[in-house]
């Protein structure tokens, strides 16, 4: 086996395996199946990923399909929301589909089978149906219905359709074998009635398929060869297998199910109906709340998306469910911003510092430098002046050796400035810093080349010229849940893990420059951590939510 070979991971080894068999290589199609019923959440990304990155190694066609054969809770808003996440994410699917645009299909195939005594119109209500189902170790009983004359079950079914039985009263049922040992085959429901209006269908159809008859079908009818899907689909294969069995015959192709292993992430629910619940009890602003582990959320969190997509293809593909500790995530985030965005200066606890010896109406412009990991950044000019602000954090009177900040009577170099020494402090009655009082080393401006400017001194600290600072607001994020695995409790819920401070929010004051950033924009407050401009922002109020820290501060923290 090649090098190459070696490293497929276990979808990438079946398709090579069927064109290694003589499969069609351009017969290879996927899809994306998402039902819109909530926003996609980090554990769609690894679907998404997976089947848009085998389209790009097979040069194949990536389908969009939405799943909407349930109309209670399914929206236009939900499927607006997933496309636009789906390119936000870089991908381009082929063909926009709709299952609901089969229900014609589906429903005529449904009668083809009851033609061919394959299925038949159940009369008794779900709690018979449910007891004559059997366990897994015990067979079930067959349906006093299931041997209807196939005229009956046709009658029936067309007056299901047409609205003349109420919801509950029948069911269309496959007739498979209720002896089973999977529990699936065992005479499964097609068809149910349900007096419901659909997005798309508006109010054209009572009667819905079920998701296993639709499925395979709508895979089938878009000619889908390879539909891969997570590992709790594993029992219905069988299923998937025997309705594409029952399609009158055809030359077209097969398509088949393979399984893969779900992600889940620590500290984060990847369901979303518990996302749904967080959203409709309020327990976060909405579906895009920067702490939800949705697509959304993650986007105006300040996540990259390209580093949502190496997040995923680092987890990896597999066949055994495992957890990935957020960690990972945070850590794709910090390496991507990194690479990308640009220094700037931002005090998130700003306290006076008054230069004594500096000119009185002097203001010079400064050069920094956007991105030393990146020159193709360039640069820009930082005003100075003679009052600025710095982080409460980065002053003491006094301190030990190992405080590399700003004391009285020591020096520390003001970030793309100059040396300054720390002279006297202003306190108020109870001892808060008000003023801090320095000198400066005139001829110590960085970049300078001069003399004073080489000098070495312990600290840099991050500034912003009072006179020119705008006022910002600023997000920081928690972990929405203090527990690593908040929905596997036996005893509780996962919202009794809400971390309560998950959000808190703080004035900043920031550099002139970033009035002209616009929202998702993200940029580095130097020492600081990662920043984007919230949708909420305006240029005479912004808004930043913290992205990531700089390092990894959550092993410290516990
Ligand atoms: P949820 O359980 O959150 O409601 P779902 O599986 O019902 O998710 P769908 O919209 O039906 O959501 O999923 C679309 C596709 O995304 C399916 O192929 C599904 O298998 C896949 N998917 C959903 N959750 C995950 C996950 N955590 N990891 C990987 N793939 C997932
Ligand atoms: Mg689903």
């Known amino acids: 086996m090649s090098e190459e070979k070696a490293s497929l991971h276990f979808i990438e080894q079946i398709i090579e395996d069927d064109l290694s068999n003589g499969f069609d290589p351009s017969k290879i199609r996927f899809r994306f199946p998402p039902e819109p019923n909530g926003f996609l959440h980090v554990g769609h990304l690894k679907a ?303 306290v006076k510092l008054v230069i004594t010896n500096y000119p009185e109406d002097q203001e010079e412009m400064l050069t920094a430098i956007n991105n030393p990991e990146d020159e193709s950044q360039g640069s820009r000019l930082l005003p100075f002046s003679k009052e600025i602000y710095i982080e409460g954090e980065d002053f003491k009177e006094e301190a030990n050796r190992k405080f590399f900040r700003l004391t009285l009577g020591k020096e520390v170099r003001l970030k793309n400035a100059y040396i300054i020494k720390g002279e006297s402090v202003i306190k108020d009655a109870e001892g808060n810093v008000l003023e801090i009082h320095c000198t400066y080393d005139a001829d110590s401006k960085s970049g300078s080349g001069s003399e004073a400017s080489m000098r070495k001194v312990k600290g840099t600290i991050h500034w912003v010229s009072v006179a020119h600072a705008l006022e910002a607001t600023v997000h920081n994020y928690d972990r929405l849940f203090s527990d690593e695995s908040p929905d596997q409790h036996k005893e509780k819920s996962f919202l009794d893990f809400i971390n309560p401070n998950s959000l808190s929010s703080q004035k900043a004051m920031v550099e002139p420059s970033l009035s002209d950033l616009t929202t998702g924009e993200r940029v580095q407050f130097q020492r600081l951590g990662y920043y984007v401009v919230d949708k909420t922002s305006s240029s005479n109020q912004l808004v930043f939510n913290k992205t990531v820290g700089l390092r990894d501060s959550w092993s410290k923290k516990i």
């Open 48 to 350: 998404i990923a997976l089947n848009f990155n085998l389209g790009q190694r097979y040069n194949a066609p990536v389908n969009l399909r939405f799943d909407d054969t349930n109309p209670v809770k399914e929206s236009q808003e939900f499927v607006d929301a997933i496309k636009e996440n789906i390119e936000w994410l870089g991908f381009s699917w082929d063909k926009e589909c709709y299952a609901s645009d089969y229900f014609q299909q589906l429903f005529d195939w449904a009668l083809y089978l009851i033609k061919e005594g394959k299925a038949y119109v159940d009369s008794q209500d779900s709690e018979t149906m449910a007891q004559q189902k059997g366990t897994p170790t015990q067979a079930g009983t067959n349906s006093p219905f299931r041997d209807r004359p196939t005229e009956e079950n046709l009658q029936l079914f067309n007056e299901m359709k047409e609205g003349k039985h109420e919801e509950g009263t029948h069911v269309l049922r496959a007739k498979i074998d209720m002896t089973s040992p999977n529990m699936l085959l065992r005479d499964p429901v097609m068809y149910r009635i349900l007096f419901k209006h659909h997005q798309r269908t508006a109010d054209k159809w009572c009667i819905y398929p079920m998701y296993d008859w639709t499925h395979g079908e709508s895979d089938y009818i878009e000619q889908v060869s390879h539909s891969l899907c997570t590992l709790e689909f594993k029992p219905h294969r069988d299923l998937y297998e025997w309705f594409l069995d029952q399609l009158p015959p055809s030359d077209a192709l097969q398509p088949y199910q393979r399984e893969f292993a779900r992600l889940n992430l620590s500290y984060t629910v990847t369901s979303k109906r518990k996302l749904a619940q967080l959203v409709e009890e309020k327990h976060v602003y909405g579906w895009d709340d920067p702490r939800m582990p949705t697509i959304s959320g993650m986007r105006r969190r300040g996540y990259p998306p390209k580093a949502l997509i190496n997040f995923v293809n680092t987890a990896g593909i597999s066949k055994r469910e495992n957890v990935i500790d957020v960690s990972l995530l945070e850590f794709c985030v910090r390496e991507e911003l990194n690479k990308t965005t640009a220094r700037v200066m931002a005090v998130v606890n700003p």
